[in-house]
Antibody, heavy 121, light 109 residues
């Protein structure tokens, strides 16, 4: 069974940092692009960052550029999102998503259950 | 930046056909994908590459695309189809990041 499981969410103060991780199983991780998509309360889905299968290419939404960093470890089947300078409008459920193909641009295949990030003092 | 436009809400009675549209300038040359998100759950892919249905998705879900508009059709909607639906696609400018439409709340009652 293809699974992606995100972890690392929680409550953080504005200006703080948080690292999300995603553990993948049931597929050849190194063959697929991976993504982080979020949904803020009362808002729609936003694809905020993605990385190609070998990690050569990445993208970031303007809303998180220069604050978030995506990375992957194909030897451990793990995807990460390092978030810094967090703001209240970063409050959202963050989904780890398996891509449809290897490269970018890409679309989204299997979604994890999501991890909640709350930025508040 | 590229935008996909969806109606904010669609409402049908059970058994009726629901149609959700998505308009975007690049849709004549780029595929549309459709995701269903029920309350409190993760999104699920229901249509890929304009018209294809993943395994496990009921046959009442279908997709089409013509010109700058893609359409998700639910033929004979069930109460359990009530959810938010999002279209997704990429623009024509070699942008590595795609975009979602704003989402459509489907009410079946």
């Amino acid at each position: 069974e293809v699974r992606v499981v995100a972890s690392g969410g929680g409550l953080v103060q504005p200006g703080g940092s948080l690292r999300l991780s995603c553990s993948a199983s049931g597929f050849i991780f190194s063959n697929y692009a991976m993504h982080w998509v979020r949904r803020a309360p009362g808002k729609g889905l936003e694809c905020i960052s993605g990385i190609s299968n070998k990690g050569v290419e990445t993208y970031y939404a303007d809303s998180v550029k220069d604050r978030f960093t995506i990375s992957r470890d194909n030897s451990k089947n793990t995807l990460n999102l390092q978030m810094s300078s967090l703001r209240p409008d970063d409050t959202a459920v963050y989904y780890c998503v398996k891509g449809w193909g290897r490269l970018l641009p890409d679309s989204f295949d299997i979604w994890g259950q999501g991890t909640m990030v709350t930025v508040s003092s | 930046s590229y935008e996909l436009t969806q109606p904010s809400s669609v409402s049908v009675s059970p058994g009726q056909t629901a149609r959700i549209t998505c308009s975007g300038d690049a849709l004549p040359i780029k595929y549309a994908y459709w995701y269903q998100q029920k309350s409190g759950q993760a999104p699920v892919l229901v249509i890929y590459e304009d018209t294809n249905r993943p395994s496990g998705i009921p046959e009442r879900f279908s997709g089409s695309s013509s010109g700058t508009m893609a359409t998700l059709t639910i033929s004979g909607a069930h109460v359990e189809d009530e959810a938010d639906y999002y279209c997704y696609s990429i623009d024509s400018n070699a942008n590595p990041r795609g975009v979602f439409g704003g989402g459509t709340k489907l009410t079946v009652l």
